[in-house]
């Protein structure tokens, strides 16, 4: 262990360097002295000092050099050096060779009996580089492949025992990686790689000549960097989940259903896992949930101004119902969570019925459905109005009995929550028409349509201003504003954001207020270009405006409007209904201009040009890079 006076010129490099200050060091030195740990690890534990921080001042004092591994190429030849599981097990990385000496990157070159070890595998000089352990988690997935040393162990063995050796027992922590079968801590990296990078799906995709996993982030898809073997050991791995998630692993001509309830670290998640077959074998998708995600409010979900006082006043009424429409994957559950986290009051009774429950709220009586025994939406529907709710929230309107017996709870004095499938917020009348639901039932209990879509959000560290083409810009500026003084952004690329240009997702909505005039127009059955032109008139925003609002306010990019919204958002063949004397919604007439089919390629935004670089679907919108949430 080093003295003292070392300790002191470490924490004087590291308030010299801004990442400590004086007072902090003076707190660390005792704990230091009382627990024997290096001053470094003190100050880590405490979370007086970041790790990067930590390893740049330590590599100052020891004239050890330090490297971020972030964006850097490392050659094949060099890699090849050393495999993967010997890579796992002293935890480094190979930079590149100089001579006969191996430079490699450690968390703690100060490990000599590690150092020796190695050099003893290697039978090569060794020169340890500082980096994170981060960075070398991630270089190891990039260059080896989520799991590499695990496929590697399973090939070293014999064939027949890859998939005799499964554990049939469900892994409670996934982070201990207790288990001996190459299989569970194998199924264990992956799900662990997709919670680390905020993934909200795991695909893994049978095709005719290898497997292929993908997480998706923030929307989209990217291929998760794994070992080209892993196609030989596809049927145990599908095996594997499918016994984690309690399916029928004899079963593999009929799609199937499971859940898996896993803890990483402190934390617990649902996994809901589909199957279904294909011609290569069985295709399966585990979305994850989060049961200790924290609740996001209206406003982080992007509701602002006008559109956050009118929701409010909506999800406030005594009665009636509110519906949320858009297609899968666009926050409608998240939107409704947040409505009924800030109405859950001491005086109101809510009772959710659900499919799945993907958040508990305190204080909420929460109905998870289960069809194969007869609890369906409309039963449920049913039974809790014995139970005297005051606000219900039903997960989704599917089926006409589930519509009618939503429309009828909602005139009985009851506030009602739902969602529906539609394209745009006026779509949802016509789509309860459909249903055979009465129009004056309709008009009679809707209090508000909501419409919404995810955008993705610019990573705030690397955003950069620039000046888009005028075409592309009159697309998005559909109210003519004048650009003069606006600063419109672009993605770049950074650690920060795995080089994406994106952190994160926000919603663009389009709400429509509930007029007299617009119930007349739907006890006649009037279309949804009518019931639009009538929202517009009252001043409802389409989604594209408000996406407009977004890109002028940094959140978001032209691109990524362009593609959650359509083109026709102002719609202009149907006349406005009753009472439309408010001056027209300006339209613009731009030319008909083909979607971009490429985002910015890697190299035009400086991405690391490295193996296994994340790819989205479809192929022709590949975001820069490497792979937040609502």
Not at 574 to 589: E, L, N, R, T
Request: aromatic share 4%.
């Amino acid at each position: 262990m080093m003295n003292l006076s070392q300790h002191r010129r470490l924490g004087e490099l590291l308030v010299e360097a801004g990442a400590i200050t004086p007072e902090t060091l003076d707190e660390a030195i005792p704990e230091h002295e009382r627990t024997g740990e290096r001053l470094g690890e003190v100050l880590l534990k405490l979370g007086h000092v970041t790790e990067e921080d930590l390893k740049r001042s330590l590599a100052r004092q020891l004239g050890i050099a330090f490297e971020s591994l972030i964006g850097i190429k490392i050659q094949d030849d060099v890699i090849a050096l050393m495999q993967a599981r010997s890579v796992e097990h002293f935890n480094v990385v190979p930079l590149r060779l100089v001579g006969d000496t191996l430079h490699v990157a450690m968390s703690d070159p100060l490990d000599v009996r590690k150092l020796d070890e190695l050099r003893l595998h290697l039978t090569r000089d060794i020169e340890p580089v500082f980096a994170t352990d981060k960075d070398i988690r991630e270089a190891t997935k990039i260059y080896y492949g989520i799991g590499g040393g695990t496929m590697e162990g399973m090939i070293a063995k014999d064939d027949s025992a890859d998939v005799v050796e499964l554990d049939l027992d469900l892994v409670d922590d996934i982070s201990e990686g207790a288990q001996d079968a190459s299989i569970v801590r194998f199924v264990n990296q992956i799900i662990m790689a997709a919670i680390e990078d905020r993934a909200t799906d795991i695909h893994i995709e049978p095709l005719e000549d290898h497997l292929r996993i993908r997480y998706r982030i923030d929307g989209l898809l990217y291929e998760a960097a794994v070992p080209a073997s892993i196609r030989s050991f596809q049927s145990a791995i599908i095996s594997r989940i499918k016994i984690m998630a309690e399916m029928n692993i004899a079963e593999r001509r009929l799609p199937q259903d499971g859940k898996i309830v896993i803890r990483k670290g402190n934390e617990d998640y649902d996994l809901r896992v589909s199957t279904i077959p294909t011609p290569y074998g069985e295709s399966v998708v585990m979305r994850i949930l989060s049961r200790t995600s924290e609740f996001v409010t209206l406003e982080r979900l992007g509701f602002a101004g006008a559109h956050l006082e009118m929701l409010r006043n909506m999800i406030t009424r005594p009665h009636g119902i509110v519906f949320v429409t858009g297609p899968t994957g666009s926050g409608k559950s998240t939107t409704l969570y947040a409505a009924l986290n800030e109405i859950n009051r001491l005086d109101q009774k809510i009772i959710t019925i659900e499919d799945p429950i993907e958040y508990r709220i305190d204080g909420v009586s929460q109905i998870q459905v289960n069809p194969p025994i007869g609890l369906s939406f409309a039963h449920c529907l049913r039974t809790i109005l014995r139970q005297d709710p005051d606000v219900i929230m039903v997960g989704e309107t599917r089926d006409t009995e589930t519509a009618q017996i939503t429309i009828r709870t909602a005139l009985t004095g009851h506030l009602v929550f739902s969602t529906l499938h539609t394209n745009d917020a006026c779509s949802a009348v016509t789509r309860l028409l459909d249903m055979g639901i009465e129009p004056f039932l309709i008009s009679s209990s809707i209090e508000g349509l909501l419409a919404q879509r995810l955008v993705r959000v610019l990573c705030p560290d690397c955003k950069v201003a620039y000046k888009p083409e005028p075409s592309r810009l009159a697309r998005v500026n559909v109210t003519n504003d004048s650009t003069a003084d606006i600063e419109i952004y672009k993605t770049r690329g950074c650690e920060r954001c795995r080089y994406t240009g994106f952190r994160g997702r926000t919603a663009i909505y389009e709400l429509v207020r509930i007029t007299d005039d617009f119930r007349r127009l739907v006890v006649d059955k009037s279309s949804a270009n009518i019931l639009k032109n009538c929202a517009l008139a009252d001043g409802m925003k389409p989604l594209r405006h408000d996406g407009w609002d977004k890109v002028k306010a940094g959140i978001t990019t032209i691109d990524e409007v362009l593609r959650v919204t359509l083109e026709d958002e102002m719609m202009t063949g149907d006349a406005p209904g009753p009472g439309a004397d408010a001056p027209p919604q300006p339209v613009i007439q731009v030319p008909d201009i083909e979607l971009p089919q490429a985002i910015p390629s890697p190299e035009a935004s400086q991405a690391p040009d490295a193996p296994g670089r994340p790819v989205s679907e479809p192929e022709s919108r590949k975001p820069p890079g490497g792979p937040a949430a609502l």
